[in-house]
């Protein structure tokens, strides 16, 4: 199979699977116990804990702490329900924010959507309702990779006396991520484990906790997992190690794919972009029939998180495209572990299997 869906979730580092390995040993290894326990083994636990989150913090600014959640998503609830009783009611947030964004504004009331361009790109001038307490605007894309301007965001946010959120889960491990009071991040989508993902918190602000029990982590209850801490923090020390050797490979594979797909019309900006990921469409091209004559490459015809739904992405309509132009849209996503072969290949069978269709 060649994996080229680097947006919807990334392949384990083998760094990461080692780190998490002493943390799920049974009886003999004794590396099995509770963080939140007083005696040696929780101790050992709660220390291999601090280390994960020290390194995980070493990818986001300075002046915030870490807190574990399950995954990204919660991370981003915590932040705008948390949030709720310190700033004002409203909510502005980009046009093409993760659902887990949309649908928390929906939820929460007086929410307010702000535009992006035909490129993908959001005006830091645009106007803001009076009533706005928080605006969200994410740092990289994660259907179509545009990369907004976060750090002119943040002070826009501040100066309207708002707090200001980034979903930074697809940007965290590849490009500095700008400061901002709440930053969401995730372990899978930078070569870690599954089931783990943390809320960066400027330091002097306070959320309200939205699961209650032990308080484990402040703001967040739950039993935290030594191993999927472990997991995370040494695929964040290896993103740290590896940020430029990453990017130079990325943009070697980038500049072949835009080869290979000639012909092939771009979704989003070109240059705003990070260049591993590679959205696409073909007029009249039938993406289902596609996917199912390529099963051995794995490509996404959206957003992971909305496949299946039958909706026409949200992000592709915001840039203007038709329903028939986003449903001729495919998503290639690469990175570390995708070799040239892999890509050439993989573009190979799409190609010939556009071809197929007439195309």
């Known amino acids: 199979?060649?994996?080229?869906?680097?947006?919807?979730?990334?392949?384990?580092?083998?760094?990461?699977?080692?780190?998490?390995?002493?943390?799920?040993?049974?009886?003999?290894?004794?590396?099995?116990?509770?963080?939140?326990?007083?005696?040696?083994?929780?101790?050992?636990?709660?220390?291999?804990?601090?280390?994960?989150?020290?390194?995980?913090?070493?990818l986001l600014p300075p002046g915030g702490r870490v807190l574990f959640t399950g995954n990204a998503c919660e991370a981003i609830n915590l932040a705008m329900r948390g949030s709720d009783g310190v700033r004002k009611p409203g909510i502005a947030y980009s046009a093409i924010e993760h659902a887990a964004v949309r649908d928390t504004a929906m939820a929460l009331g007086e929410a307010a959507e702000i535009p992006v361009d035909a490129e993908g790109l959001t005006d830091p001038a645009a106007a803001l309702p009076e009533n706005t307490g928080l605006v969200?605007?994410?740092?990289?894309?994660?259907?179509?990779?545009?990369?907004?301007?976060v750090a002119e965001w943040h002070a826009r946010a501040k100066a309207a006396g708002a707090l200001f959120l980034c979903d930074a889960v697809q940007a965290c491990g590849k490009m500095a991520v700008p400061v901002a009071d709440m930053i969401a991040v995730s372990a899978h989508k930078m070569h870690g484990p599954k089931g783990i993902g943390a809320l960066w918190v400027r330091d002097g602000l306070e959320l309200d906790p939205q699961i209650t029990g032990g308080l484990q982590e402040g703001a967040r209850s739950g039993t935290l997992s030594p191993a999927l801490c472990a997991g995370f923090g040494a695929a964040a020390q290896r993103?740290?190690?590896?940020?430029?050797?990453?990017?130079?490979?990325?943009?070697?594979?980038?500049?072949?794919?835009?080869?290979?797909?000639?012909?092939?019309?771009?979704?989003?900006?070109?240059?705003?972009?990070?260049?591993?990921?590679?959205?696409?469409?073909?007029?009249?091209?039938?993406?289902?029939?596609?996917?199912?004559?390529?099963?051995e490459v794995m490509f996404s015809a959206g957003s992971a998180c909305a496949s299946g739904s039958g909706r026409t992405s949200h992000v592709l309509k915001a840039i203007g495209l038709s329903d028939a132009q986003a449903k001729s849209s495919i998503r290639l996503g690469f990175g570390r572990y995708t070799t040239m072969d892999d890509l050439e290949r993989g573009a190979s069978a799409i190609v010939a299997g556009a071809k197929a269709q007439g195309l």
Not at 6 to 26: I, N, V
Not at 246 to 261: G, K, V
């Open 136 to 149: 969200a605007v994410m740092a990289v894309n994660n259907e179509i990779g545009t990369v907004q301007a």
């Open 239 to 295: 993103a740290a190690e590896r940020m430029e050797e990453d990017a130079a490979h990325i943009e070697a594979l980038w500049t072949r794919a835009r080869d290979l797909f000639a012909g092939w019309a771009l979704n989003g900006s070109a240059e705003a972009r990070w260049h591993g990921n590679l959205n696409l469409r073909l007029e009249g091209l039938d993406v289902n029939r596609l996917m199912s004559e390529c099963r």
């Open 1 to 58: 199979m060649i994996y080229l869906d680097y947006q919807a979730t990334t392949p384990l580092a083998p760094e990461a699977r080692t780190a998490m390995l002493r943390w799920l040993d049974g009886p003999e290894g004794a590396g099995f116990g509770n963080p939140h326990s007083p005696h040696r083994m929780g101790r050992q636990a709660a220390a291999a804990v601090e280390v994960a989150r020290e390194r995980v913090a070493a």
